[in-house]
């Protein structure tokens, strides 16, 4: 396989969502790393592609719309970019709304939940992000609180312990179906293309039902994974090409502190599959 040199991240996280830097700022660190093309993807909102646009535009960066939406498909949350969205578009901003109220549902539960193991203290979250206009609140922000307050020792062991999918199945708040969030994006112009892939640890039996289901639902991408050691990479890859689906290529990146935008995992992104960015060529 050859691999393209062309450093691009389409995939990056703000403070409007999860995130830990303002979109200028994000637009900054994206230069200083040399990446030429890049996307905010904020958690189900677009309310920072604005200023990341300006800021993109006096940096030279080339800058792509985005968002990463929330799905659920068979009771598992899967996260689906769409990418040169029209961040106008009224579908997508009315379903987007749908799932800004799932997250205060969840995010009301999650504070229930931790309350009731004698990690109190996490409402403060809930005032200090929903009182800002258009951002999002995330388990990450209960990860984070979870750390920062000496009840966990890392965000992922937060993750496992106290703030899994599993322990909140039951509640009301559901994200819109797959089959919504991948119609949104197109109505919306873009291109949908699922995130992180090898994240949702499925079996080899359920990524290919997940993978045919978003190719049935007009799915036209997949993000690649940057560590090709994984057992599932050449999955991927095979799943890739019998699709004819775009690569896109992204660090999920949310601050300086988690994830380190390096050369050599994005100089790795195979050359001869057919790729998102390519507009830019
Ligand atoms: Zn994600
Ligand atoms: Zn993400």
Same mark, same amino acid.
């Given at each position: 396989?050859?691999?393209?040199?062309?450093?691009?991240?389409?995939?990056?996280?703000?403070?409007?969502?999860?995130?830990?830097?303002?979109?200028?700022?994000?637009? #900054?660190?994206?230069?200083?790393? *040399?990446?030429?093309?890049?996307?905010?993807?904020?958690?189900?909102?677009?309310?920072? +592609?604005?200023?990341?646009?300006?800021?993109?535009?006096?940096?030279?960066?080339?800058?792509?719309?985005?968002?990463?939406?929330?799905?659920?498909?068979?009771?598992?949350?899967?996260?689906?970019?769409?990418?040169?969205?029209?961040?106008?578009?009224?579908?997508?901003?009315?379903?987007?709304? *749908?799932?800004?109220?799932?997250?205060?549902?969840?995010?009301?539960?999650?504070?229930?939940? +931790?309350?009731? +193991?004698?990690?109190?203290?996490?409402?403060?979250?809930?005032?200090?992000?929903?009182?800002?206009?258009?951002?999002?609140?995330?388990?990450?922000?209960?990860?984070?609180?979870?750390?920062?307050?000496?009840?966990?020792?890392? @965000?992922?062991?937060?993750?496992?312990?106290? !703030?899994?999918?599993?322990?909140?199945?039951?509640?009301?708040?559901?994200?819109?179906?797959?089959?919504?969030?991948?119609?949104?994006?197109?109505?919306?112009?873009?291109?949908?293309?699922?995130?992180?892939?090898?994240?949702?640890?499925?079996?080899?039996?359920?990524?290919?039902?997940?993978?045919?289901?978003?190719?049935?639902?007009?799915?036209?991408? @997949?993000? @690649?994974? !940057?560590?090709?050691?994984?057992?599932? #990479?050449?999955?991927?890859?095979?799943?890739? /090409? /019998?699709?004819?689906?775009? @690569?896109?290529?992204?660090?999920?990146?949310?601050?300086?502190?988690?994830?380190?935008?390096?050369?050599?995992?994005?100089?790795?992104?195979?050359?001869?599959?057919?790729?998102?960015?390519?507009?830019?060529?």
């Amino acid at each position: 396989m050859n691999y393209n040199t062309l450093l691009v991240d389409l995939h990056c996280h703000s403070n409007i969502s999860d995130g830990l830097l303002s979109p200028r700022d994000l637009a #900054y660190t994206i230069y200083n790393s *040399n990446i030429k093309i890049w996307s905010l993807t904020d958690h189900d909102t677009t309310a920072g +592609l604005l200023e990341a646009q300006q800021e993109s535009k006096k940096l030279s960066l080339n800058f792509i719309n985005g968002v990463e939406v929330s799905s659920d498909w068979n009771g598992r949350t899967i996260h689906i970019l769409g990418l040169y969205i029209d961040h106008c578009n009224n579908c997508l901003i009315e379903g987007l709304k *749908n799932n800004i109220n799932c997250r205060k549902t969840r995010a009301f539960n999650i504070v229930k939940h +931790l309350d009731s +193991l004698g990690f109190y203290g996490s409402d403060s979250i809930l005032s200090s992000r929903l009182n800002i206009k258009s951002s999002i609140v995330g388990r990450l922000h209960f990860a984070r609180f979870l750390v920062d307050n000496a009840y966990c020792q890392s @965000i992922n062991k937060a993750f496992q312990k106290y !703030l899994s999918d599993r322990f909140f199945k039951n509640s009301d708040a559901k994200y819109a179906s797959l089959s919504d969030v991948i119609l949104w994006i197109k109505n919306a112009g873009g291109i949908a293309v699922i995130a992180h892939p090898l994240n949702y640890k499925f079996s080899n039996q359920d990524l290919n039902k997940l993978i045919e289901r978003f190719a049935d639902l007009g799915g036209e991408g @997949i993000e @690649i994974p !940057l560590f090709q050691n994984h057992k599932h #990479y050449e999955l991927i890859i095979s799943l890739i /090409k /019998k699709y004819n689906f775009y @690569i896109s290529c992204g660090s999920d990146f949310h601050s300086l502190k988690d994830n380190v935008m390096t050369k050599e995992r994005f100089s790795k992104i195979p050359k001869d599959l057919k790729n998102v960015w390519d507009y830019f060529l």
